[in-house]
């Protein structure tokens, strides 16, 4: 069994955008969070932002690796910057992977942040683009295995085996 980190709005708690989560109903999964495996992280909420929340996404080509690279920035839909804010928190979730000895990671799929695979593409109208977030590509830099809600399944396999 491994270690893992893990979007704490997917573990039901309170930190998204919108002062709501998306826990993940699923027994399995349950059991894992219990086992104490789980290591919860908000990259936002850790990095000072309150839940709730302005929406955010990333501005430019390239998408958290852009951001990392200080090509794009993260903008809420006020057009207030928080890439600062973001880079934080990014820094902030490796460092605790780092800490608890996590190798994957399990993350909310599309967020500016967590996202693994998908991401809005900054113009605030539900476009989704190729490209990770924030945190989600500082943790892929560094070895870390990234999985989504949408591939639990496989997620959960490769958390338990040795
Ligand atoms: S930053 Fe990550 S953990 Fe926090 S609410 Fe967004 S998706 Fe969930």
Known sequence: MKKFLLSACLA?????YDGGNTRIECETFRKLVESGLAVLVCPEVDAGLSAPRRPCEIRGEG???????GKSEVINDEGQNLTEQFVKGAYMS???ALENGCSVALLKHRSPSCGSTLIY???FSGKKIE????AGELLARNGIRLFSEETLEEAIKYIEEE
């Open 63 to 69: 998408g958290g690796g852009s951001v990392l690279d």
């Open 94 to 96: 490796l460092e605790k």
């Open 12 to 16: 039901g708690e309170n930190v998204r």
């Open 131 to 134: 490209g990770k977030g924030v």
């Open 121 to 123: 593409d900054g113009s």
